[in-house]
């Protein structure tokens, strides 16, 4: 049954309701902060975080004009009621405040750490450095990262020097130079080094020298030192906190890295350069730094990870710590997100490619949470993905829930330039990835982005004209107006699933300690992916847990079941291991794919490993192949909590399931096009099954269809979305709750079409005659974006009594509002849709469709990256008359 709506339900929290990035191009006017913050307000906006972006003049950032205005707008949100959160950053990369940290600071420029190798007595030398990464930022990112818009390289220094046979057996073979050799510039991006020759050398050995550089023109910092974080809060914090004047509740960093510099002599284990303080490497640390570049005997694995886990936890405490501590004792909390190479996929790097992502922050994300009062990551465009799960998981592990997950889009999906965006993004889209990613675990969406201006026509400067920094800005689009309701169900399901303890048997481990001492390309990151993704789709809860959590997570008190170890090569040392055997002998279950670290292959109880199944199919969300279709069949086997829910048809069943005191909150969504079937099974005794709607969006909605002793059957309509609160315990005699199906309309077979008779009113434009068999892109209006108001008169038709008749819609471009004598009948976000006709018999009733489009209309009009056809807009099928008659 639909029960009463609690409070709680019906008017959510602010912490659970969408977040907004407010994107700065140019300073705004006080009429445009006072305009744009009562919009964002009156579409359910719940915090606003302002950021500057490079197409801001740089000088007009921290300006005292600039910060008047992040002044009066900070007020002003705080008078409308909207948080507001402190973005940190001018762009993004944390650390280097459009240059001011750096700015009479040079020893906090970005230093690295480069290395060649070549035989005894041959020349070395370093050249051609560059930063693939950042090219596809273009003149305007050269421009905000470097000064002169190129980079410099010099105060060139040596670190150390070692000389080695071609094969090294062991640490014994490598001989220490020391670092008394000269390092002279060459150019502006290498140098040359030389040393005194060491006739003593055996003929066929090689030497590898290490040197650093600091980037002379380079804004972007260095983040080893302490003292660059004590600068960036002095000179962006500082005034940024001072200005909000109170209504802050804290800071968020976004993206800290340097460039991922690459260079002609580059080889090794270690895909860029690393940061570097320049300090001169001693003997004792010779061994660990060139594992870094050559295998080094059978301690190769442990010493690269060792190396990489100390500079980690060195680089986050200089950075992160700082921060949290300034931000600590100043009562404010610390948020934000580091680099995720898994953004948009599964796989954990898969998303953010060609890089390393262990030299800059971004592999240990257990550690960096530990700075953080609240959790963030980002989501890279609208396919199903990680990042909720992961950010979920990382703040359970330091003793918090959920997170904020920043949604962006990229042109990638499309075909597009990255920074191109989505301008054609659908609402209904957007609003089922955003329930995909709070099912998972995040508490609100943050918007990525809300636009001061949409920038200007004609002009394809990707990041220069604001229209171009990776769109949509969704205050610049058509459905704008339809999102209100979107974030109110957002907001209703994420305080739906906020209490209680989720029931999550699976633990999946995070394999740190192989990606240190692997790499990005180690299948650990694939398999990790096939596994997350196959427990999701099947609607398993698990947690992604660390390896320092494995103590705590495999104790009897944890409540895990099963422990799923992804092609883990190496596992750090500590009692890792022996938890692992202890758990198998409790009767767990451990499982396995690509391998098993040392110590665990005789375990009993451990595997058996997985064995190549041929997929049968096509398979969705990108998992494909043998690897795949093994893991997904294993995770079909493992074992499920005692109350279950899953689709009954082969599609995924994203879901979440949580015990709140003696009742049961489950939420499931179908985001197929059509109805599917959810299927309960192992409900308690004479259960009560109340469904609160989430949505007021559309006439549908989830029906009991069927029960049976200890099940229950539901069905979801398209794009649904189910809230379930199950009690057990009822007394003998009282009513169960949707023990019968309700009744529904069946349809009789009349049928009218409202082929004709149609007007079209566009934005700025008289009303014209239109058809309705194809959309108003293709009857004159190609580059027309907005709200498009179809109308003409119909006469309710008769029938036998009971006949009710409904309007059908079936193909709407992108969403609409139904009104019928100016009264609004409801939403539609994607068709078929329909909805109920008032009125009897005779009856006659104006008629208006509204229907938005996307914004990719108006401004991909003649963008040399558009798709040649503009998208269909409008009505592209007639409207119908159905005749039902209730049973």
Request: aromatic letters at 10%.
């Amino acid at each position: 049954m639909t029960g009463p709506q609690p409070d709680w339900f019906e008017n959510p929290a602010t912490r659970f309701r969408t977040a907004a990035f407010w994107f700065w191009h140019r300073i705004p006017t006080d009429d445009e902060i006072a305009a744009q913050l009562r919009d964002m307000r009156d579409k359910g906006i719940g915090c606003v975080m302002i950021q500057a972006r490079p197409a801001l003049d740089l000088s007009a950032y921290l300006s005292p004009a600039y910060l008047a205005a992040f002044r009066r707008a900070c007020a002003t949100a705080k008078d409308l009621g909207i948080a507001v959160t402190i973005y940190d950053e001018y762009g993004w990369m944390s650390g280097h405040g459009g240059g001011r940290t750096v700015d009479g600071a040079d020893h906090l420029r970005e230093r690295h750490m480069f290395w060649a190798t070549a035989p005894v007595g041959s020349a070395l030398a370093i050249s051609a450095i560059g930063s693939p990464f950042l090219d596809f930022l273009g003149d305007v990112g050269r421009t905000w990262i470097y000064e002169g818009a190129s980079a410099v390289w010099g105060d060139w220094r040596a670190i150390a020097a070692v000389a080695h046979p071609p094969v090294i057996r062991d640490e014994a073979d490598l001989c220490f130079l020391g670092h008394a050799f000269e390092v002279r510039p060459d150019g502006n991006d290498g140098c040359r080094i030389e040393w005194p020759a060491h006739a003593d050398l055996p003929a066929d050995w090689q030497v590898t020298v290490f040197v650093s550089a600091r980037c002379l023109t380079s804004r972007l910092v260095n983040y080893l030192l302490p003292e660059t974080a004590e600068r960036f809060a002095e000179v962006v914090y500082a005034p940024l906190l001072e200005a909000a004047a109170g209504a802050a509740d804290g800071f968020f960093f976004d993206h800290p890295y340097a460039g991922f510099h690459t260079w002609k002599e580059h080889e090794g284990a270690i895909g860029n350069s690393l940061l570097c303080d320049g300090r001169p490497a001693t003997a004792d640390e010779i061994a660990a730094l060139l594992s870094l570049v050559h295998d080094v005997g059978p301690r190769t694995g442990a010493l690269r990870a060792g190396f990489l886990r100390a500079y980690a936890e060195r680089l986050h405490e200089a950075f992160f710590g700082t921060l949290a501590r300034w931000t600590r004792e100043r009562g404010v909390g610390f948020t934000g997100h580091e680099l995720l190479t898994h953004v948009g996929g599964w796989a954990l790097h898969g998303g953010l490619t060609g890089i390393d992502p262990r030299v800059m922050p971004g592999v240990d994300h257990f550690g960096v949470d530990a700075f953080r009062t609240e959790t963030a990551v980002d989501a890279a465009d609208f396919v199903p993905q990680l990042a909720a799960k992961f950010g979920d998981s990382v703040a359970r592990a330091n003793g918090r829930r959920r997170c904020t997950i920043e949604q962006y889009a990229t042109g990638r999906e499309a075909g597009r330039p990255t920074l191109a965006g989505q301008w054609d993004l659908t609402p209904q889209r957007f609003r089922v990835q955003a329930i995909r990613h709070v099912l998972l675990g995040a508490r609100r969406i943050l918007l990525h982005a809300v636009n001061v201006t949409d920038g200007f026509d004609r002009d394809e400067r990707l990041l220069a004209n604001p229209r171009w920094d990776f769109p949509p800005a969704y205050n610049f689009l058509p459905w704008w107006d339809d999102c209100g309701p979107i974030f109110d169900e957002l907001a209703r399901l994420s305080a739906f699933l906020e209490d209680g303890e989720p029931v999550r048997p699976v633990a999946l481990l995070y394999p740190l300690e192989t990606i240190r001492a692997e790499g990005p390309a180690h299948a650990c990151g694939r398999h990790f992916g096939l596994w997350a993704e196959a427990l999701s789709q099947a609607g398993i809860g698990y947690d992604i847990i660390d390896e320092r959590q494995l103590p705590s997570a495999l104790s009897p008190d944890a409540g895990y079941e099963v422990l799923v170890l992804p092609a883990v090569s190496v596992l750090a040392e500590g009692p890792g291991a022996g938890n692992i055997r202890d758990f198998t002998r409790r009767g767990r279950q451990v499982v396995f794919s690509g391998g098993l670290p040392k110590g665990l292959e005789d375990v009993a109880g451990i595997g058996p490993p997985l064995a190549a199944m041929p997929a049968s199919r096509a398979e969705p969300y990108y998992l494909a192949g043998s690897e795949a279709a093994s893991i997904r069949a294993r995770v079909a086997a493992l074992l499920r909590s005692d109350l279950d829910m899953r689709f009954g048809d082969e599609g995924p069943t994203w879901s979440s399931i949580a015990r709140v005191g003696p009742d049961w909150r489950l939420a499931a969504l179908n985001d197929a096009d059509h109805p599917r079937r959810l299927e309960l099974t192992g409900l308690p005794p004479r259960p009560q099954i109340v469904i609160l709607h989430s949505s007021t969006i559309g006439a549908d909605r989830v029906e009991i269809v069927g029960r049976g002793d200890g099940t229950a059957s539901l069905l979801i309509p398209a794009f649904g979305v189910a809230c379930l609160v199950i009690s057990a315990g009822k007394t003998a005699g009282e009513r169960e709750a949707g023990s019968r199906p309700s009744r529904v309309p069946s349809s009789s077979g009349d049928v009218i079409d409202l082929a004709d008779g149609w007007t079209l009113e566009l934005p700025g434009l008289a009303p014209v005659p239109i058809a309705v068999d194809r959309g108003w892109e293709a009857q004159g209006f190609p580059f027309v974006s907005g709200t498009g108001r179809y109308r003409r008169s119909i006469v309710v038709p008769g029938g036998p009594e009971g006949t009710r008749w409904f309007l059908e819609l079936a193909n709407v471009e992108v969403s609409g509002e139904i009104w019928v004598d100016w009264v609004c009948l409801g939403r539609l976000l994607q068709s078929p849709a329909r909805f109920l006709l008032p009125g009897r018999s005779g009856d006659t009733l104006s008629l208006e469709i509204r229907v938005r489009n996307t914004a990719a209309n108006r401004y991909h009009e003649a963008m040399s990256f558009s798709a040649e056809e503009p998208p269909p807009s409008g009505l592209t099928s007639p409207p119908r008359l159905r005749a039902t008659r209730e049973r």
